[in-house]
T-cell receptor
Framework: AQTVTQSQPEMSVQEAETVTLSCTYD???????LFWYKQPPSRQMILVIR??????QNATENRFSVNFQKAAKSFSLKISDSQLGDAAMYFC??????????????FGKGTKLSVIP | NAGVMQNPRHLVRRRGQEARLRCSPM?????VYWYRQLPEEGLKFMVY????????ESGMPKERFSAEFPKEGPSILRIQQVVRGDSAAYFC??????????????FGEGSWLTVV
């Protein structure tokens, strides 16, 4: 079974600065998907960014980018030019490409990000 | 993320009552998933359904919990004889297909069940 670990329960960043959230995972599969979801105080789950393991290029979505290190099984999220609206819980998630795991997202426990004005 | 509709958003039940949570998937989506989020935890998979079929319920407690996705109407997650430990946020998600094609799973806004 796959596991996802987020070792930082809480992080804080000054507005307009850059912050990196860590995520590691354990799997024996060679192909899979990785995601970062954001859960603001409204508690809605919002997809931030997605990475396919077979792609070497790191995914980027505006101010959000990832550092995907497949050999190290690391998938960190970088938020540039942090804004107050970025304050939220951030969850890293894993999903297999095929089989039962292809429809089961495995989540980490989350990192609570605070943005300081 | 828009389009997965869940109701009610908040539900309070006394111990022993039944809770019914409803989910309408995004337009064009025929695959529905339910996840549970306990306080201070990430989401945990409960069940995966397609129309009129339960595909995988391996994450669902064996007793008191059931789910359905009828041919017509929303998916229903039903919790009978609720206990305090059932207090959690229940998220529904939907997708066009399973992960084989890499289709993204979109979440609803969640239903918060409080058992008093």
């Amino acid at each position: 079974a796959q596991t996802v670990t987020q070792s930082q329960p809480e992080m804080s960043v000054q507005e307009a600065e850059t912050v990196t959230l860590s995520c590691t995972y354990d799997t024996s599969e060679s192909d899979y998907y990785l995601f970062w979801y954001k859960q603001p105080p409204s508690r809605q789950m919002i997809l931030v960014i997605r990475q396919e393991a077979y792609k070497q290029q790191n995914a980027t979505e505006n101010r959000f980018s990832v550092n995907f290190q497949k050999a190290a099984k690391s998938f960190s999220l970088k938020i540039s030019d942090s804004q107050l609206g970025d304050a939220a819980m951030y969850f890293c998630a894993y999903r297999s490409v095929a089989g039962a795991g292809s429809y089961q997202l495995t989540f980490g426990k989350g990192t609570k990000l605070s943005v300081i004005p | 993320n828009a389009g997965v509709m869940q109701n009610p958003r908040h539900l309070v039940r006394r111990r022993g009552q039944e809770a019914r949570l409803r989910c309408s998937p995004m337009k064009g989506h025929s695959h529905v998933y339910w996840y549970r989020q306990l306080p201070e935890e990430g989401l945990k998979f409960m069940v995966y359904l397609q129309k009129e079929n339960i595909i995988d319920e391996s994450g669902m407690p064996k007793e008191r919990f059931s789910a359905e996705f009828p041919k017509e109407g929303p998916s229903i997650l039903r919790i009978q004889q609720v206990v305090r430990g059932d207090s959690a946020a229940y998220f529904c998600a939907s997708s066009q297909e399973t992960g084989l094609s890499g289709n993204t799973i979109y979440f609803g806004e969640g239903s918060w069940l409080t058992v008093v």
